[in-house]
């Protein structure tokens, strides 16, 4: 399958510079993108805030700021850039009523789309252009005039006008300057939940129990910690698969390592792993499940993550971390 990569010569940036521009949240994608959008070129633009700390962020950054129900009023382009566990409450009491005829949303996170906790109108137009970091580097990227990948993808259009509009505001976040890759709010969440519920997860159990074999081994706490990650070679590991590729990256490594770590990979068929991931695409991710859960109940979800919290800060590796003096 051959995936469209957009590029600047792909988008017409005086599409969004003569809209009306609403930013729904000045958190860490909302400070960053309005930034940007203002910084080529996009003048008309309003930020809807709650009264939190965020909101005089937005008025020391130079913004007009006006309440969520009323900056998306008259606005021709919306980006949605909340929590995606609030984003249905935000949308149903504050901005459904409330938007204006033929507008665009647009979102950085497949979320809420991909599982339909949105009642979206009609004629609304609704676009995902997804960095693929943080705020600070999609600001920092956009200054340095550096390339950063995205998502950009249209879920309905409704207008007809939804690509270019979506290629427009891609533009002008610096999206399009290394490429925007067509993609979906299903993909894009569905991967996104997936690192986050399978990938991680399991990354962070190979780290808990090597810890607690080597330490049941008698090998002190200082030794194990900095030789797996407190010396930082993860980061360069990733950092060098990154540039060069996953398995590519090993030829740093001795020869020591590489043998170990290709003979011990092949010996690891993954059998059990697979089965846990393909449970966690499928019958948590792809069905809905977890969407339901979180969105649906985002206090009791709320209360089981301090649970969670306090477990994994009680530790035998967090309490390593402690002892050494690491969380000083």
Known sequence: M?????????????IVQNKRVTFVGFGNQGSAQSQNLRDSGVKNITIGNRDDEYKPRAVAAGFTVKSISEAVKDAEVIFLLIPDEVQHQVWKEEIKDNVADNATLVVASGYAVAFDLLDLPAAMNVVMVAPRMIGAGVRDRYVAKEPYPCFVSVEKDANGDALSIAL???????????????SSCREEAGIDLFAEQALWPAINTCFREAFNTLKAAGFSDEAILHDMYLSKEPSEVFERAAKEGFFRQLKYHSPTSQFGQLRGTKNNDGTAMRAQFEKVLHKDILSGEFAKFWSGAYTSGASELEQLWKEAEESPISQAEKRIGLHD
């Open 168 to 182: 427009s505001c891609a533009s002008a976040i610096g999206a399009t300057l290394g490429g925007a890759v067509e």
């Open 2 to 14: 051959v995936v469209k990569v957009y590029r600047n010569e792909d988008a017409d940036l005086s």
